[in-house]
């Protein structure tokens, strides 16, 4: 079965300043995606950023970026100049043949 | 643009109660799916819907079941509700066919309290 694990439960950073959170995986399959969902205070859970397996190269959403590593099964998301909206619970998640698989979960503060 | 719906957004039930935790959504799309949220453990899917008629077991069905008698609806039961049921609900929705589209459409959540 697959696994998403977010290691880092919560994490700060400074407004304007880069963060970068952590996700990996595991899966036996060669063709999948993977996500990253933001969940704010609101509970409206928010698509941040899609990368498709198959691309090499990583995908990009104006200030959000991910770092994809297939070999090594790794999925971060780098949020640069972080603002105090970027506030919220952010989830990686896999999706493969059928069903989607999420991580735990790691909140995220922004200090002003 | 886009809309799924949650009848509750919070609901307080007794332990026994038969619980009914309602979606809609109006996007005409195939999939859908009910997950639970917890902390520590992110979200959960519980069951989920192909089409009309048509579910699969998620990760943790035990005490939950579904109907899907209409494309737009698709409705989690708690037989018989029980405090560790107490969670998060979420509902989504998925368009199919459309890989370069590929994402999940949530509603925002029923906060279920089972005392």
């Known amino acids: 079965a697959q696994t998403v694990t977010q290691s880092q439960p919560e994490m700060s950073v400074q407004e304007a300043e880069t963060v970068t959170l952590s996700c990996t995986y595991d899966?036996?399959?060669?063709?999948?995606?993977l996500f990253w969902y933001k969940q704010p205070p609101s509970r409206q859970m928010i698509l941040v950023i899609r990368q498709e397996a198959y691309k090499q190269q990583n995908a990009t959403e104006n200030r959000f970026s991910v770092n994809f590593q297939k070999a090594a099964k790794s999925f971060s998301l780098k949020i640069s100049d972080s603002q105090l909206g970027d506030a919220a619970m952010y989830f990686c998640a896999y999706r493969g043949a059928q069903k989607l698989v999420f991580g735990q979960g790691t909140r995220l503060t922004i200090n002003p | 643009d886009v809309k799924v719906t949650q009848s509750s957004r919070y609901l307080v039930k007794r332990t026994g109660e038969k619980v009914f935790l309602e979606c809609v959504q109006d996007m005409d799309h195939e999939n859908m799916f009910w997950y639970r949220q917890d902390p520590g453990l992110g979200l959960r899917l519980i069951y989920f819907s192909y089409d009309v008629k048509m579910k699969e077991k998620g990760d943790i069905p035990e005490g939950y079941s579904v109907s899907r008698e209409k494309k737009e609806r698709f409705s989690l039961i708690l037989e018989s509700a029980s405090t560790n049921q107490t969670s998060m609900y979420l509902c989504a929705s998925r368009e199919t066919g459309r890989p370069t589209n590929e994402k999940l459409f949530f509603g925002s959540g029923t906060q279920l309290s089972v005392l």
């Open positions: 899966t036996s399959e060669s063709d999948y995606y």
